[in-house]
């Protein structure tokens, strides 16, 4: 069975830094491009980016380009999203899920406050 | 930036009654390979989305075949032949042949 599973719950001040995880097993993780989904409270879904673990070509949305970090360690099966510098803006609920959206981690409720 | 636009963005329907939603791309979704990558997701109330249909036209494993979906270059529409109560969430449509991918605005099905 293929499982995504995604780290807990944070909550951050504004200028902090952030890793989140999602953890791909039940497949060959090296295979499939796998990415991050936005969903800000009462909006819908945004492409943050995705990322080819195989070869770790990585593409992201415009909107994202430089506001965010995704990486991934082939050894531990394992995609990041990370932030250098949170805004309160970044207060959302994130996915990970494979590109053709077959499989999705239960998402990291990320919370920035002061 | 391919831009995905839904509607409607809402609907109310009476369970055992049809629905349907349209999908348009503002770029074609058919690939050299012959593939359209073209997907529909349902987002039940709390929880994450879960995938329907894949290609346009393929139901995913274990999904019920009152969900079809049709259409092909820019136009798509995914229909539920008799709605039930399960049925209630948003739904997108998203595309992957430009990556990351880009998702609709989201539907609502409400159940009146």
């Known amino acids: 069975e293929v499982q995504l599973v995604q780290s807990g719950a944070e909550v951050k001040k504004p200028g902090e830094s952030l890793k989140i995880s999602c953890k791909g097993s039940?497949?060959?993780?090296?295979?499939?491009?796998i990415g991050w989904v936005r969903q800000m409270p009462g909006k819908g879904l945004e492409w943050m980016g995705v990322?080819?673990?195989?070869?770790?070509?990585?593409r992201y949305s415009p909107s994202f380009q430089g506001q965010v970090t995704i990486s991934a360690d082939k050894s531990l099966s394992t995609a990041y999203l990370q932030w250098s510098s949170l805004k309160a803006s970044d207060t959302a609920m994130y996915y990970c899920?494979?590109?053709?959206?077959?499989?999705w981690g239960q998402g990291t409720l990320v919370t920035v406050s002061s | 930036d391919i831009v995905m636009t839904q509607t409607p963005l809402s609907l109310s329907v009476t369970p055992g009654q049809p629905a349907s939603i349209s999908c348009k791309s503002s770029?074609?979704?058919?690939?050299?390979?012959?593939?359209?990558?073209l997907y529909w997701c349902l987002q039940k109330p709390g929880q994450p989305p879960q995938l329907l249909i894949y290609e346009v036209s393929n139901r995913f494993s274990g999904v019920p075949d009152r969900f079809s979906g049709s259409g092909s270059g820019t136009d798509f529409t995914l229909k539920i032949s008799r709605v039930e109560a399960e049925d209630v969430g948003v739904y997108y449509c998203m595309q992957s042949i430009q990556l990351p991918g880009s998702f609709g605005q989201g539907t609502k099905l409400e159940i009146k």
């Open positions: 899920a494979r590109k053709e959206g077959s499989s």
């Open positions: 770029q074609s979704l058919l690939h050299s390979n012959g593939k359209t990558y």
């Open positions: 990322i080819y673990p195989g070869d770790s070509d990585t």
């Open positions: 039940g497949y060959s993780f090296t295979s499939y491009w």
